[in-house]
């Protein structure tokens, strides 16, 4: 079984940084992409970015590219969600999620591991 839980969401002003943190629990971390989606009120859960387990490597939404940075830390089992230039738009649930795919990564329904979810506030 994996266990995820977020951590560092919180309440920021537009043009603000936030760092999401992401702990997994359970065996083979190394061996899960990982990714961040988030739902804002009365929206779908969308997806924000990715980050696969075979070499790293990373997409973004075009919402928040070149603004958002994902990494992971194999080591620490820890997958972090770095957001400046926050804007308004960003408030959501922030939720992290593990899948044993390479494929499909902008789709909630290839995970199988979900966190609890963290709120972002962003204030105008």
């Given at each position: 079984q994996v266990q995820l839980v977020e951590s560092g969401g919180g309440l920021a002003q537009a043009g603000d940084s936030l760092?999401?943190?992401?702990?997994?629990s359970g065996r083979s971390f190394s061996r899960y992409s990982m990714g961040w989606f988030r739902?804002?009120?009365?929206?779908?859960?969308?997806?924000?970015?990715?980050?696969?387990?075979?070499?790293?490597?990373?997409?973004?939404?075009d919402s928040v590219k070149g603004r958002?940075?994902?990494?992971?830390d194999n080591a620490k089992n820890t997958v972090t969600l770095q957001m400046d230039?926050?804007?308004?738009?960003?408030?959501?649930?922030?939720?992290?999620?593990?899948?044993?795919?390479?494929?499909?990564l902008t789709t909630p329904g290839m995970f199988s591991y979900w966190g609890q979810g963290t709120q972002v506030t962003v204030s105008s």
């Open positions: 760092r999401l943190s992401c702990a997994v739902q804002g009120p009365g929206k779908e859960r969308e997806f924000v970015s990715a980050i696969r387990w075979t070499d790293s490597s990373s997409d973004y939404s958002f940075t994902i990494s992971r230039s926050l804007k308004p738009e960003d408030t959501a649930v922030y939720y992290c999620a593990a899948t044993a795919s390479m494929l499909g």
